[in-house]
């Protein structure tokens, strides 16, 4: 679980889209890894347009992260998300072995576990590998989205394909199909594939980005071999963004049927509307490189919107 290059170009086109008010609260699903250091959070925070003197005061401020056990650059997730979206932070756990705020257990509904002040309380939740890590990953979103008051807006970080270690896998669907058919607004699920090139390490690795669409064609004679066979060699894993216009029913949340088996006695969440613009990222390459447009599972379900890195220009 963290923060790497490629969330934080997501957070940081988050708020770059709309800011957060100062009085705003972020939950993070466990305690968070940043793999970034000082000077490089000073990049992204410039190229997202997060205010000076916000960053002057990340900057010079005396920052030394002893409450988780994955250290990496020195920087809390506190520290973190203060200066990329300027909101305070509640951090959760299944245990207290991370100090985190609170102590829950996403296989079970937080509406039987949480203080009523955890719920419908937050503008911003953050999923950095929870539905991967857990038992039960659709009672785990259902959390998840319980705890945005209305309006606020959930990123999801998963494996979606074999990552070692990873407990469960989720697919761009079953995000997006959720989200649509719950009412949120602003659904944007994104297939990032990681590629090295030699500039960085992981989990920093430049990644190809494809905006993922339910409606697509297929063609004639498609092969699913083939198709799965398409996928380049490297992990996937989605990242997915998503508002929640009204308040939720904290244990009512509907759910969806996969594309597979919808029938007209269904709503068919594909045709909520997918014409959300694009998140405002900084890419360093948005051209059409034949290499990186190469269609994961020979499907236009997913178009290639950029290549993000590790460092962006500001």
Excluded at 100 to 110: S, W
Excluded at 228 to 257: C, M, N, R, Y
Aim: one cysteine or more.
């Amino acid at each position: 679980m963290g923060f790497n290059s490629w969330v934080t170009h997501v957070i940081g086109a988050c708020v770059r889209e709309e800011s957060f008010d100062s009085y705003s609260l972020t939950a993070l699903g466990g305690r968070q890894t940043v793999f970034l250091d000082k000077q490089l959070l000073k990049r992204f925070a410039e190229a997202y347009d997060i205010p000076a003197d916000r960053i002057r005061q990340f900057l010079d401020s005396e920052l030394i992260d002893t409450d988780t056990l994955r250290t990496r650059s020195g920087v809390p997730d506190h520290a973190y998300i203060s200066l990329m979206t300027g909101t305070s932070t509640t951090t959760f756990d299944v245990t207290d072995y991370e100090n985190a705020d609170a102590i829950l257990d996403l296989n079970i509904p937080f509406s039987q576990q949480a203080s009523k002040e955890l719920l419908q309380n937050y503008s911003f939740v953050y999923d950095g590998g929870c539905l991967d890590n857990v038992f039960d990953p659709a009672t785990a979103l259902k959390n998840l989205v319980s705890l945005l008051k209305p309006n606020g807006r959930i990123v999801n970080w998963a494996a979606a394909s074999n990552w070692p270690g990873a407990y469960a896998m989720v697919s761009p669907e079953w995000l997006f199909s959720f989200y649509a058919l719950n009412g949120f607004k602003n659904i944007r699920v994104y297939l990032f594939l990681p590629f090295d090139d030699g500039s960085s390490k992981w989990p920093n690795l430049k990644a190809s980005v494809f905006r993922y669409s339910p409606i697509f064609t297929r063609a004639e004679g498609w092969d699913p071999w083939k198709a799965a066979l398409s996928h380049p060699g490297h992990p996937a894993f989605v990242l997915a963004t998503a508002e929640l216009e009204f308040p939720g029913q904290l244990d009512g949340w509907k759910t969806p049927i996969q594309s597979h088996y919808l029938t007209k006695d269904h709503f068919d969440w594909r045709l909520v509307s997918n014409d959300t613009p694009d998140l405002p990222f900084v890419f360093v390459d948005n051209q059409n490189d034949n290499e990186a447009i190469r269609r994961p599972f020979n499907s236009d379900h997913y178009r290639f919107i950029g290549t993000l890195a590790t460092m962006p220009h500001s």
